[in-house]
């Protein structure tokens, strides 16, 4: 099982690494375009905005969820760092649990809002919107994917006592 979970794990987070890397690299060559047509042309062209504003709100929440995966989210540890290997354990098993929770809302109104964008246009590309909202629940479960795993490893930790 450890084998599967560490397969599914190198997977989603190769997967992830690439999207963030593709939507940085178009909104690079997006706001370029922009700046040159801008500038140089006196001409802007107002779908490149637009287009760069949904890549880098992907990579916002694409990378986000690559940061809770390392656990490498805001969080303060000062006390817990000097508790006893169980009582650690005890207490990144319940933080897991409540970010599980948390995650699990954020899905589910991830899904709401998305469902509610499909009919709205954006204003210059005409893009439904709802590709641009469908980032919520797709960072969503990717976070779930990552604290369920860490959950798994914490109550191993828990069990076995380190």
């Known amino acids: 099982m450890r084998d599967g979970l560490a397969m599914l794990r190198r997977v989603l ?3 992830v690494r690439w999207i963030v890397i593709v939507l940085m690299g178009v909104m690079t060559i997006l706001v370029s375009v922009q700046i040159v047509s801008r500038y140089v042309f006196n001409f802007p062209l107002g779908w490149t905005e637009e287009m760069a ?4 709100v992907w990579v916002s929440f694409l990378g986000a969820s ?3 995966q390392v656990r490498e989210h805001i969080n303060v540890t000062v006390f817990v760092d000097t508790f006893p290997a169980r009582l650690y354990a005890l207490c990144r098993f319940l933080a897991d649990c409540c970010g599980l929770i ?3 809302f954020f899905l589910i109104g991830g899904i709401a809002l998305t469902s509610n964008e499909w009919r709205q246009l ?9 590709w641009i909202y469908l980032v ?4 969503a479960a990717l976070m779930g994917t990552w604290v369920l795993l860490q959950t798994i490893e914490s109550a191993r930790a828990l069990i076995k006592g380190k």
Do not use: D, S, W
């Open 102 to 104: 948390c995650i699990y």
């Open 13 to 15: 987070e190769g997967t």
């Open 66 to 68: 690559a940061l809770m």
């Open 136 to 139: 919520i629940p797709a960072a």
């Open 53 to 56: 504003r949904f890549a880098f």
């Open 122 to 130: 954006a204003p210059a590309t005409e893009v439904p919107m709802g």
